[in-house]
């Protein structure tokens, strides 16, 4: 399986569960603001991707495109487990893995 990043990139995937899947609450900018904090200054990632079993508020893609964090809510998620499409098509901000990996 290739990875998501260059090699020397450090990735937290971040999963926020929610008991309802996409019928429940969506997950709201506090939490990305909390994954984000813990993401780059407690781990020092490269790239942050916050995957839900639901959906995301209409105020995370903003923030998520101003703090360079990648969002994954149930249709992609669903998309990218089916073998469909590599994630990096799915969230084309993430380069692609190179060559030989």
């Not at 990043?5 to 609450?25: F, I, K, N, Q, T």
């Not at 995370?60 to 073998?83: E, I, K, Y």
């Amino acid at each position: 399986m290739p990875s998501i990043a260059a090699a020397s990139s450090l990735v937290l995937a971040r999963p926020v569960h929610r008991e309802d899947g996409d019928r429940g609450s969506a997950v709201g900018t506090p939490d990305l603001q909390r994954v984000n904090g813990c993401a780059r200054q407690l781990y020092g990632a490269d790239v942050v991707l916050v995957i839900t079993n639901g959906r995301f508020s209409t105020r995370c893609a903003p923030l998520a495109a101003q703090l360079h964090m990648h969002l994954a809510d149930r249709r992609t998620v669903a998309t990218w487990a089916s073998g469909g499409r590599p994630l990096w098509e799915l969230l084309p901000k993430i380069p692609a893995p190179r060559k030989g990996r």
